[in-house]
């Protein structure tokens, strides 16, 4: 008789398992998914806000933010009720990009967007490297040693020129996110610009890099829990910026951060 009961209980649980996967593939496919995720939201509980600490960024990321009214220089802080108003004001994704996308579209090799005779990816990594080297020669230009604090993963990482791909250059907003949120009706010109400009630009380690893709933020969070407000509100400042659109899924998830952010 207990090994009835167990037959039965198995089978009671391989029935409730297959029924939870068959309502999973009638969500999907009548793309009510969101749906019943923003009802689980609503009733699970709010997760306690987390006290920001004061934001460590180079001039040419903390200005932008501070001019916006996004962030406080005087506390180092983050504004992010002024970050959700901006977040909610920005047009949803509604069409398909244009065109397929390839990233040779946005230009080949980096430009000089500053004309200071080096191009953006050294300027980028002279900004966030500490004791910086530079090759003779080049006018302290051509960066080949250095040491980075990563803002996306906490680590320290060593740079040698030797293994550059090791440290790359990360774009906050990526290039294939922009393409499908309004930039395969760009000009050539602006597509480039947009590749260049330093305030997407950031040094960061190749894994945090590899893990992020082309993700935006309802995929993707700094495993630095630490950076992930400046994160969200750098790539809501882009958007806007950039006069991107944003999806659902990416508002959604930016203004769940938000909210944890004081």
Partial sequence: AAAHRLTMDAKRAFVGIMLLVIFGIFLV??????TVTDVFAEVLPEQPPV???PVEAPEVVIEPLAESGLFDIESSLIKP???VLLLDALPGTTTEPASKYDVKNFGSGWLDPDGNGCDARNDTLKRDLTDVTFR????DCVVITGVLEDPFTGETINFTKADASNVPIDHMVPRSWAWKNGASTWSDEKLRAFANDPANLTTVSRSANSSKGDDGPGSWLPSNADYRCVYVTRFIYLVDEWELTIDEGDRRAARRELAGCE
């Fill in 51 to 53: 006290e920001q600490a």
């Fill in 136 to 139: 003779e020669g080049t006018h």
């Fill in 29 to 34: 496919q009548t793309d009510r998914l969101d």
């Fill in 81 to 83: 009720n002024e970050v």
